[in-house]
């Protein structure tokens, strides 16, 4: 191991042990009305696990998130690409798009829910445009930044369109690109899950506001501790792949 | 006004017509959406007749309060920080995965500690809005000339006169970046938090009109909240550009 990485590893190994000990120390402070002190709560969440109505739940906000996050990239990366490549309609579009960035977005989930009714389509929704802006926004970035000369050697090279993203202007982006991915994921993730707890049956979003509404402690506590343990994970390995890239391309 | 001002208000105005159109043909029908010309309409009703102005001002002096907290503990927590390498280090990975945990997950918590007041919803918008005010203050202050902080030392200025005279108003333009997300945040948490459980406010108002089928009131409500955030987010927009724009960048 790097002595660079060696640092981190350490840095988020006092990171956990000190969010431990606040939260310890907090229990002790609450007292059993509001919270569980860790141990119990790794140890309820573990006797959860092996419950079918958990997997379940888990599974349906997996695959709500992969679609919404899928539809979120691919909307992201046609709508940046697009703008990338016309100045009139990125200098139109562009203020629009970080306005719109800038709203709650969770003030519209009224206006979704008469749209796509209760349940899959709409949590699906609400992911996606949590997610589609910044993926566009990053994109566009990146496809305005690349070097001319990058463009010139294509077109000297007689590419089209396709071969030109596919073999030029995607590789150059990438890094940008995958930033925008990785703010995405996060914002999709939170998008399908506040759309579950208003807006679902199923799903751990859902999970969490019943488990809110009945006052039960040691089930809020378990999936919250679900949902920032994967989080947390997933993003420090995104951003880990993400500073990579920024260093090498 | 410029030709692009003119493009961007012809689509929205095109945007607008669009729905208008929709909603007269039938395609999206009057128990999911009310013309536009409706909403401004009830819109204007209901501002003129006053029946929502204490949920109104609950919601914004919620929010005001929430950024202004966030904002003030942002900016001291990210100065004291940035003279403490070793603990922004271990910090640095709560920063980078801090916005993809879902932190409404916390609000049963913060009721059971503050009650089931306007404080857990304060509670809720500050904590989503003050982490972007910290990593971005940090940002500006990373970037200050190490020949400002040396004439500080050569004034003989103390750690509290550095920072209020020399190294924030140099980082400014990145404080109101963070400004402007700690906005948006704001809103978000306490509308968010008003949806979840709550006695009032516009979040409130909103999900009750839901609930009902009061589209003339759901639709202005959430019209309302949005042109609130654009306007804040266009105004701090504008006031940054004109800061590094005195700054020649």
Redesign the interface.
Same mark, same amino acid.
């Given at each position: 191991m790097s002595s660079a990485a060696m640092k981190s590893a350490r840095n988020a190994l006092v990171l956990i042990a000190g969010l431990l000990a606040a939260w310890q120390a907090l229990y002790w402070f609450v007292g059993d009305a509001a919270l569980r002190p860790p141990l119990v709560t790794v140890q309820y969440t573990a006797r959860l696990m092996t419950t079918d109505a958990f997997w379940m739940h888990l599974s349906e906000t997996l695959q709500a998130f992969a679609v919404a996050l899928s539809i979120a990239v691919a909307a992201g990366l046609v709508i940046g690409f697009g703008l990338g490549f016309h100045k009139l309609s990125a200098q139109v579009f562009e203020p629009m798009l970080v306005a719109v960035y800038s709203i709650p977005k969770i003030t519209l989930y009224p206006i979704l829910l008469l749209a796509f009714g209760l349940g899959m389509p709409a949590k699906i929704a609400f992911g996606a445009i949590h997610g589609i802006i910044p993926v566009a926004l990053f994109t566009l970035n990146a496809v305005r930044n690349i070097k001319p000369i990058l463009v010139k050697t294509g077109r000297v090279h007689g590419l089209g369109p396709f071969e030109m993203i596919r073999s030029i202007l995607f590789p150059a982006a990438l890094p940008e690109i995958f930033t925008g991915f990785r703010v995405g994921f996060a914002l999709t993730l939170i998008g399908t899950l506040l759309g579950e707890m208003f807006a679902a049956q199923r799903g751990l979003g859902y999970l969490l506001m019943t488990a809110i509404g009945l006052h039960n402690v040691e089930l809020i506590m378990a999936v919250t501790l679900l949902l920032v343990v994967f989080a947390a994970t997933v993003s420090a390995g995104l951003l880990a792949i993400d500073r990579w890239l920024h260093r090498h391309i | 006004m410029s030709r692009?001002a003119v493009?961007?208000v012809l689509?929205?105005a095109a945007a607008v017509l669009l729905l208008e159109l929709l909603c007269y043909v039938g395609v999206i029908d009057r #128990?999911?959406?009310q013309p536009p010309h409706r909403i401004l309409r009830d819109l204007a009703l209901i501002l003129i007749s006053g029946k929502q102005n204490a949920a109104i001002l609950k919601t914004l002096s919620n929010a005001s309060i929430a950024f202004g907290l966030a904002l003030f503990v942002g900016v001291a927590t990210a100065v004291v920080l940035h003279g403490y390498r070793a603990l922004r280090?271990?910090?640095?990975? +709560?920063f *980078?995965?801090y916005? !993809? #945990?879902?932190v409404? *997950?916390?609000?049963?918590?913060l009721?059971?500690?503050l009650g089931l007041g306007d404080a857990p919803q304060i509670g809720i918008g500050f904590m989503l809005g003050v982490v972007a005010v910290i990593v971005n203050t940090l940002n500006g202050l990373d970037r200050v000339p190490r020949v400002l902080r040396k004439t500080a030392r050569i004034q003989r200025l103390g750690t509290i006169e550095t920072a209020l005279t020399v190294t924030l108003p140099y980082a400014a333009p990145y404080v109101l970046t963070g400004a402007?997300f700690a906005?948006?945040y704001s809103?978000?948490g306490i509308?968010?938090a008003e949806?979840?459980?709550s006695r009032g406010g516009m979040?409130y108002e909103? @999900?009750f !009109?839901?609930n009902n089928f009061d589209n003339a009131t759901?639709?202005p409500l #959430?019209v309302l909240? +949005?042109v609130v955030?654009?306007s804040i987010?266009?105004g701090l @927009?504008r006031w940054e550009k004109l800061l590094l724009a005195r700054r020649g960048q």
């Open positions: - | 692009i493009y961007r689509v929205i #128990i999911t959406m280090e271990t910090l640095d990975p +709560l *980078a995965t916005y !993809a #945990i879902p409404f *997950a916390f609000y049963p918590l009721i059971v500690l402007k906005v948006a809103l978000i509308i968010g949806f979840i459980m979040g909103i @999900s !009109a839901y759901m639709y #959430i909240i +949005l955030s654009i987010n266009t @927009s």
